[in-house]
């Protein structure tokens, strides 16, 4: 079992749609969660940090559930401009991140 | 301009050649990281180093190399690089170690 696993879509949307992205991790003694954006083949940048009572920024909300350990993603009024990989990332607090393979949203006109 | 800069972008090389990806920081940053990503598989981590002369492998350290003699240098050394090293490859930068990284644009490696 992958150490964190996300759905690779892809999610196929229309503009204005919401849609939601989850990931699943498998240490629980994991302490740090982010959601990173990657545009095709460029550099993953940070979305966002992810905290224990959910946080907003916008369109986006990322939520932690550590009893099923799971993170989400929630993107209101999709944007074309969020077509895009959107990578799930865990850290057990040290220096040692760990990546999922992504979850591919394509947003359509 | 805060920048991760490695070089070079694209490289093709032949088994057992070795071969140097540089990666520079001018944030002074003491993390940073360097990642493969393979398709179906995300970023895995190869090395990190906290500091200079600290380095500690990642995930997928087997035959790779690295090196932190200054704070803004963290070269990613294949000794005898073999196919299965043929990937996309990511370094990274980040001040309090994972809390947000920074990362150069890639070098995709291909090796016959």
């Known amino acids: 079992r992958k150490e964190v696993e996300q759905d690779p879509g892809p999610f196929n949307v229309p503009e204005g749609a919401t849609v939601a992205f989850n990931c699943t991790y498998s240490n629980s003694a994991s302490q740090s969660f982010f959601w990173y954006r990657q545009d095709c083949r460029k550099e993953p940048k940070l979305l966002m940090s992810?905290?224990?009572s959910g946080n907003e920024d916008g369109r986006f909300t990322a939520q932690l559930n550590r009893a099923s350990q799971y993170i989400s993603l929630l993107i209101r009024d999709s944007k074309l401009s969020d077509s895009a990989t959107y990578l799930c990332?865990?850290?057990?607090?040290?220096?040692?991140?760990?990546f999922g393979a992504g979850t591919r949203l394509f947003v359509k006109a | 301009e805060a920048q991760v800069t490695q070089n070079p972008r694209y490289l093709i090389t032949v088994t057992g050649k070795k071969l140097t990806v540089t990666c520079s920081q001018n944030?002074?940053?003491?993390?940073m990281s360097w990642y493969r990503q393979d398709p179906g598989l995300g970023l895995r981590q190869i090395y990190y180093s906290m500091n200079v002369e600290v380095t500690d492998k990642g995930d997928v350290p087997e035959g790779y190399k690295v090196s932190r003699k200054e704070k803004r240098n963290f070269p990613l050394i294949l000794e005898s690089p073999s196919p299965n090293q043929t990937s996309l490859y990511f370094c990274?930068?980040?001040?309090?170690?994972?809390?947000?990284?920074?990362f150069g644009s890639g070098t995709q490696l291909s090796v016959l």
């Open positions: 992810v905290y224990s």
């Open positions: 990274a930068t980040g001040t309090g170690g994972v809390e947000k990284l920074f």
């Open positions: 990332v865990v850290s057990t607090g040290g220096f040692k991140t760990i």
């Open positions: 944030m002074n940053h003491e993390y």
